[in-house]
């Protein structure tokens, strides 16, 4: 199974093996051959503060102490929990999970179960994790061209989904309907980054409220990461149920969902509606979760992921490569078209070889993008304005080559 535990990181998307790593710090991580990286894959998001930083490794050494994990409630988790809500003002319950895909699927499950409705729309590229349900035409790894579903997906897991266009708002007023929920990504990261049409999350919005279907907002990559308060805050739409993953571990496993109270109770023990997890709420990550989010929560943060993701344009713009970006604060992706890409079909219309040269390239000279040109590149705090010129001068080279 391609020497991997999980299926995007066999870079056969760039038609190379897998890199292995040996170590990461700061903005950097280092193979097993010693040779070091630029890191702008982020471990796929959540190295936001830059790998190993200090603050995580610090507070994590004084919890190991305490032991691993428990089973049972602990103050991290409730601290953990107000810190969550105190960023997004949407979310008025949190339940902890070990994945964003085990968030996704407790947060779909509730929706289906506090509507009493059992339709769930998702848009075409959209990705929400390894979920059956959901493996309908996905994005990022699940995506085999041409195969919208995967096999091992039954019929059955996949009868009360119905796909959308991303950023087609007609589309999905109309398919909301009698629906108990739509799941998008607000800032689609896995069809590469596609960013939300003005007016489409309010669109979205207005539907859920006039059919009475739940918006749920994957901010899975986009929590903590295009704002402190994610694609909510920078958008300014709220959700009914958020998913969040990633930067809250701070790289440990980590996923929660969360939202309107008085749907969060129909959730067991609570409500009848089932959902569970030996590691959920496991002391360690939520340690490092605490930790980064404390670190992310300090003034000045979100202005200097910007200025670092509007560097990293505009190196890649200098590098001359024929390519089309798009851009939301720190997450970013190169698409080689020359055409806009505002859904899945513009984002497949990209030359997946072309993205293919340019990483292969890149990484025989030391940087490290996305194996895959429908991933995002993460911009964090570690790197400086010197990696990023001298990333500009390989991708230069790169394209030169
Ligand atoms: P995890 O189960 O991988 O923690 O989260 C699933 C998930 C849910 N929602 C969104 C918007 C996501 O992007 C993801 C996971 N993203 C992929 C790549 N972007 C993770 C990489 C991988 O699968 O190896």
Same mark, same amino acid.
């Given at each position: 199974?391609?020497?991997?535990?999980? $299926?995007?990181?066999?870079?056969?998307?760039?038609?190379?093996? @897998?890199? /292995?790593?040996?170590?990461?710090?700061?903005?950097?991580?280092?193979?097993?051959?010693?040779?070091?990286?630029? =890191?702008?894959?982020?471990?796929?998001? @959540?190295?936001?503060?830059?790998?190993?930083?200090?603050?995580?490794?610090? =507070?994590?050494?004084?919890?190991?102490?305490?032991?691993?994990?428990?089973?049972?409630?602990?103050?991290?988790?409730?601290?953990?929990?107000?810190?969550?809500?105190?960023?997004?003002?949407?979310?008025?319950?949190?339940?902890?999970?070990?994945?964003?895909?085990?968030?996704?699927?407790?947060?779909?499950?509730?929706?289906?179960?506090?509507?009493?409705?059992?339709?769930?729309?998702?848009?075409?590229?959209?990705?929400?994790?390894?979920?059956? %349900?959901?493996?309908?035409?996905?994005?990022?790894?699940?995506?085999?061209? %041409?195969? $919208?579903?995967? $096999?091992?997906?039954?019929?059955?897991?996949?009868?009360?989904?119905?796909?959308?266009?991303?950023?087609?708002?007609?589309?999905?007023?109309?398919?909301?309907?009698?629906?108990?929920?739509?799941?998008? *990504?607000?800032?689609?990261?896995?069809?590469?980054?596609?960013?939300?049409?003005?007016?489409?999350?309010?669109?979205?919005?207005?539907?859920?409220?006039?059919?009475?279907?739940?918006?749920? +907002?994957?901010?899975?990559?986009?929590? /903590?990461?295009?704002?402190? %308060?994610?694609?909510? *805050?920078? /958008?300014?739409?709220?959700?009914?149920?958020?998913?969040?993953?990633?930067?809250?571990?701070?790289?440990?496993?980590?996923?929660? /969902?969360?939202?309107?109270?008085?749907?969060?109770?129909?959730?067991?023990?609570?409500?009848?509606?089932?959902?569970?997890?030996?590691?959920?709420? #496991? @002391?360690?990550?939520?340690?490092?979760?605490?930790?980064?989010?404390?670190?992310?929560?300090?003034?000045?943060?979100?202005?200097?992921?910007?200025?670092?993701?509007?560097?990293?344009?505009?190196?890649?713009?200098?590098? %001359?490569?024929?390519?089309?970006? #798009?851009?939301?604060?720190?997450?970013?992706? @190169?698409?080689?078209?020359?055409?806009?890409?505002? =859904?899945?079909?513009?984002?497949?219309?990209?030359?997946?070889?072309?993205?293919?040269? +340019?990483?292969?390239?890149?990484?025989?000279?030391?940087?490290?993008?996305?194996?895959?040109?429908?991933?995002?590149?993460?911009?964090?705090?570690?790197?400086?304005?010197?990696?990023?010129?001298?990333?500009?001068?390989?991708?230069?080279?790169?394209?030169?080559?």
């Amino acid at each position: 199974m391609g020497g991997v535990n999980s $299926p995007v990181r066999a870079m056969r998307a760039i038609g190379r093996d @897998p890199l /292995f790593v040996d170590r990461a710090e700061g903005a950097f991580v280092w193979d097993a051959d010693g040779n070091r990286y630029t =890191d702008y894959l982020a471990t796929w998001g @959540p190295a936001i503060l830059g790998h190993a930083h200090p603050a995580v490794i610090g =507070d994590l050494r004084e919890a190991l102490g305490r032991g691993t994990s428990y089973g049972a409630p602990t103050e991290r988790e409730v601290l953990f929990a107000e810190a969550v809500c105190a960023a997004f003002p949407s979310i008025e319950r949190v339940r902890m999970t070990s994945s964003g895909s085990e968030a996704v699927m407790g947060a779909v499950r509730l929706a289906r179960a506090a509507t009493g409705r059992e339709v769930v729309v998702k848009a075409e590229g959209g990705y929400h994790g390894a979920i059956d %349900g959901l493996l309908a035409q996905a994005g990022s790894g699940a995506t085999t061209l %041409g195969v $919208p579903t995967s $096999p091992g997906v039954t019929a059955g897991a996949t009868a009360a989904t119905r796909l959308v266009p991303y950023n087609d708002l007609a589309a999905a007023e109309a398919a909301l309907e009698g629906a108990a929920a739509i799941i998008v *990504e607000p800032v689609a990261g896995n069809m590469g980054v596609v960013p939300p049409a003005p007016g489409y999350l309010e669109g979205l919005r207005a539907a859920c409220d006039r059919t009475g279907a739940l918006l749920i +907002l994957d901010e899975v990559i986009t929590g /903590f990461r295009v704002a402190y %308060g994610g694609a909510q *805050e920078r /958008f300014g739409v709220r959700a009914d149920l958020t998913c969040l993953g990633k930067v809250i571990g701070g790289g440990l496993p980590v996923g929660a /969902f969360g939202g309107r109270a008085d749907v969060m109770r129909e959730l067991a023990p609570e409500g009848p509606c089932y959902q569970a997890g030996t590691l959920s709420g #496991n @002391p360690l990550a939520t340690t490092a979760g605490l930790a980064t989010l404390c670190e992310l929560a300090r003034e000045g943060t979100y202005a200097r992921l910007e200025e670092l993701g509007a560097m990293l344009e505009d190196a890649i713009v200098a590098s %001359g490569a024929p390519v089309t970006i #798009n851009r939301v604060g720190s997450m970013l992706t @190169p698409f080689f078209t020359d055409a806009p890409v505002t =859904d899945y079909a513009s984002a497949l219309a990209a030359d997946t070889e072309a993205y293919g040269r +340019l990483a292969r390239a890149l990484l025989a000279d030391g940087v490290y993008p996305p194996p895959s040109q429908f991933e995002a590149w993460f911009c964090g705090l570690a790197h400086t304005e010197d990696d990023i010129r001298a990333t500009g001068a390989a991708l230069a080279r790169a394209v030169a080559a």
